[in-house]
């Protein structure tokens, strides 16, 4: 074993380390579910903010978004990381506020289907079993992506036999996940956070300092790019380069359509719910937006000028292996240890998503699935061990679904991103600014949209290459809104509910 290789397990062990003392130590806190899934609704601006985007951003920040502007694929990754930032500004200023405040009025609601089953007096519970069993569905798909990232980063840097990474990464994951609950995620997710926002900034510098500076790295990207084309490089690389070349207005609308998503990511919009004051919301914005947008542009930059970099050593990433391009920059460009640290941002860019959504798959399952088919008022712990037990059994799916080795992060991300999106993202915003919406709007929305999105995900070809979350979004929207009209709300308790609502919103709290 070789000096650098013994220095960059010394930073993985102390990262790795720090994470599962941080779980331990809050394992003590957590005395009911609404400490569990919310951190007892405590959590500060700061930690709020970087909680959100850590989790949010996941292994395809530094993965799948780098390798999509890899190999001349600028255009697809700047439209995806446009669509995203507005859908994360968007989320912030007109949802975060008002999902906090309803979720308080709405019988202090913890999870997003026990506050949809709330604000809409859906007294058979239909809401939240049937939202419990699309988001297990696609928490599953969503989680394998964090182990595939994870398990495609060992064995690049320690070249650890894939399905070893995966056990790895997944056990780790699992200890701070099951001892510490929602506080501990989002203190790790903190701590990820900025590591992942330390690691890519510095990595774009310097690589663009090497390079010449930034637009002299751009003029060697299009020099690649030309090269490839002519065959130079091989024809699996040109191949590549021409499809991303063929970039029109519907693969335009698809990459911006991600930021529809933001509207109905439970795991996103569950930190919204656990903040500690509405007071404390427009810092939490400030905080995010200037992380995800450096973030965001910084990682398109590092991936589309890592085809140059990393062509001076004769590294040309093709396939699968393009998600890997920061990776490679990294232990190209830093000494041994220095590099250890930060290759830890990019696991820890798939372990503050992969938690994240454990827990939430958790919650649905507990608070939304069990709890309401047996119809038991369950002890305060029995429920944090229910949902300890439903937290390993998702790892364990989405370990078998994470087992094939030629996934790729980004697939997998994006279809997950459009099931929440469509099935979840327009009741959401329903919820909170239509009073007309039902129960069985909601309902005919939630199947609508899942359906939609399952379909459309597996056609191919003409319009069904058009991203699945935007016919979803528009099945879902629509459903909710013909079925609410048809039959209107006759449950004074809804518009009393709503006007309470209304009244809340006026006060700072």
Known sequence: ?????????????????????????????????????????????????????????????????PGLAYLGGMKEAFWTA?????????????????????SVVCNNSITIPQFLTNRFKDTKHIISIISAVFIIFFFVIYTASGFVACAKLLQSVFNLPYICGIILSMVIILLYTLLGGFSAVCTTD??????????????????????????????QVNEFTANALNGQLGEEIKQSISANQNYGAMSIISALAWGLGYFGMPHILVRFMGIRSNKEIKVARRVAMIWVTIALLVAVFVGAIGTSYLLQDGIVLAGGASETVVIKSFMKTFPAFIAGIFLCAVLAAAMSTADSQLL????????????????????????????????????????????????SVMGLVSYAWAGFGATFGPLVLLALFWKKTTARGAIAGIIAGGIAVVLWHNLSGGIWNLYEIIPGFVFCLLAAIIVSLIKPNENAEIEDEWNKYQESLKVED
Do not use: C, H
């Open 190 to 219: 903190f701590i990820q956070g900025t590591l992942m926002f330390v690691a890519i900034i510095i990595t774009g510098i310097v690589v663009s300092v090497k390079l010449g500076g930034p637009v002299e790295a751009i003029k």
């Open 1 to 65: 074993m070789s000096s650098a290789m013994i220095q960059q397990i010394i930073a993985f062990v102390i990262y790795l380390g720090l994470m599962i003392y941080i779980g331990i130590s809050f394992m003590s806190n957590n005395k009911s579910s609404e400490d569990f899934f919310l951190g007892g609704r405590n959590i500060g601006p700061w930690t709020t903010a970087l909680s959100a985007e850590a989790s949010d951003m996941s292994g395809w920040m530094l993965m799948g978004l």
């Open 360 to 407: 939430v798959a958790a919650s649905a399952f507990t608070e939304d699935f069990f709890q309401n088919i047996s119809k038991k008022k369950l002890e305060a712990k029995k429920v944090v061990w229910i949902s300890r037990a439903a937290v390993l059994v998702v790892a364990l799916i989405a370990f078998f679904i994470a087992l094939d080795n030629n996934a």
């Open 82 to 102: 446009l669509g995203l930032l507005i859908g994360t500004y968007l989320n912030w200023l007109i949802v975060a506020k008002r999902l906090r405040k309803y």
